[in-house]
């Protein structure tokens, strides 16, 4: 009986080499993505740690840094003053320990002409990869594309930016020519993205436009968008269409392979960026310095009091829960690029809490019946679980009732943003909107922000 058991081991034993697959080959590069970054100084510096982080655990891999827009944030008080001194300190930190290629968003003009930021984003040490064109010139403002070596393979990577020109700062705007994304698509996807085995898309356009752009891009592109400030991932056969969210609090790692036929595939995560992470410690004096320098009094004034932090998110339904309960409406809506940061715990200072509302706005009211709300409803406070399906792009955070009767009308409100642009925040049929006289947001929602905890 034993030499019978020994006999069957050793014939398993001679299948087993068959039965057990090859260990998945490793990956051949890293794009590390992050995109409206919009001057988050209390993840910044813990962004460049973290990619040494991923430097140290992956010794020999090829690393680059895509940068999506809106790096830059006029509503940040010390940005502002200091001319983005922190921001610009970021991307030469992390020029210096990979490629890194900045991709120009509407906010990427906050503080110099288009000429002279493109100057001094190339002095960082990275690549700038825009369509917009300078007027001034007449010619373009950077290159459209740039290629990267990433190990044995290269990448093109090939920038898009909004042509919403509402969206730049105004005193900019005379000097920018703006294409039609998908007609710009159209024209130069083709000809720039077959240039390298690996093709980029680094898009601030947004999502409706980057819907339209995607069909274009050659099936296995890395296509991240920007500028709704949103956060996901979806695949298309071997193309992977993700946004990184904003203000660092996630970084989208895109891990690039090849099958057993040569073809790029994408694995794809997101990284959360935590306040608590360590940060580079130069960056992190860098960011003390510079706060120090030029935050003033009235910034440092404590404008209420937390009992506990709030992520981006949750501020931002805080906020709108409490324009609700101030004003009396059934429900309350604000687009979600209103927001900003979240809010810490203790002292809330008035640059936070501007940094968390970055915009204040007249408030405007109306009447829905329960069927139209309920739409509005289902269609806002969209997070990274949000189907692909349902998305359009920006989208209201709101608050609203537990309950809905469809015979019944309720009162609703926004912000003069949300009215002025109310086709895109709440479809159709067109909404009359009312202004209401009074405070502003900021003005109403403030006094009640400590006892929405």
């Not at 925040?425 to 909404?431: C, L, R, S, W």
């Amino acid at each position: 009986m034993k030499s019978v058991v020994l006999a069957v081991v050793a014939v398993f034993a001679s299948w087993l080499p068959m039965t057990v697959p090859a260990p998945a080959p490793g990956p051949d590069a890293l794009i590390v993505i992050a995109g409206d970054q919009h001057s988050a100084y209390e993840r910044t510096a813990q962004v460049v740690a973290a990619v040494d982080r991923l430097k140290a655990q992956h010794p020999g891999l090829p690393i680059a840094v895509l940068l999506d827009g809106d790096i830059f944030e006029n509503g940040n008080a010390v940005a502002r003053r200091s001319g983005g001194a922190v921001d610009f300190a970021m991307v030469t930190a992390l020029a210096r320990r990979a490629p890194t290629v900045v991709n120009l968003g509407n906010h990427e003009t906050e503080f110099f002409g288009l000429a002279e930021t493109v100057t001094r984003l190339e002095a960082t040490g990275a690549r700038v990869v825009t369509n917009i064109g300078d007027r001034e010139t007449g010619k373009a403002a950077a290159p459209a594309s740039t290629r990267i070596a990433l190990g044995k393979r290269e990448a093109v990577v090939v920038g898009v930016a909004t042509d919403d020109l509402s969206t730049y700062r105004a005193a900019v705007r005379p000097s920018l020519t703006l294409a039609n994304p998908l007609g710009w698509a159209r024209t130069n996807f083709p000809t720039l993205l077959n240039v390298a085995p690996v093709s980029i898309v680094l898009s601030h356009a947004g999502f409706a436009a980057d819907h339209l752009m995607l069909p274009i891009a050659p099936d296995g592109t890395l296509f991240a968008g920007a500028h709704d400030h949103l956060r996901f991932v979806a695949r298309f056969k071997r193309t992977v269409y993700v946004h990184s969210g904003s203000w660092n609090t996630f970084l989208t790692l895109a891990w690039l392979r090849h099958d057993d036929a040569g073809r790029v595939n994408w694995d794809v995560e997101q990284m959360p960026v935590s306040t608590g992470d360590p940060g580079d410690p130069e960056l992190v004096a860098r960011i003390r310095e510079t706060e120090a320098k030029y935050l003033e009094p009235e910034d440092r004034a404590v404008v209420a009091h937390l009992t506990s932090a709030l992520a981006p998110q949750d501020a931002a339904r805080t906020v709108v829960g409490a324009l609700r309960r101030a004003i009396g409406v059934d429900a309350t809506f604000i687009g979600n690029t209103t927001f900003g940061g979240g809010l810490p715990a203790g002292d809330v200072t008035r640059a936070a809490f501007d940094d968390c509302v970055r915009f204040d706005g007249r408030i405007f009211t109306t009447t829905v019946d329960g069927e139209r709300l309920r739409r509005l409803l289902a269609a806002a406070n969209q997070d990274a679980n949000t189907p692909f399906a349902q998305r359009q792009g920006e989208f209201n955070v709101a608050d609203g009732p537990a309950s809905i009767d469809d015979a019944k009308t309720y009162r609703i409100a926004t912000t003069d943003w949300g009215a002025k642009n109310s086709a895109r925040y709440f479809g159709e049929p067109a909404i009359e909107w009312r202004e209401q006289s009074g405070p502003t947001l900021k003005a109403i929602v403030l006094p009640t922000l400590g006892r929405q905890i």
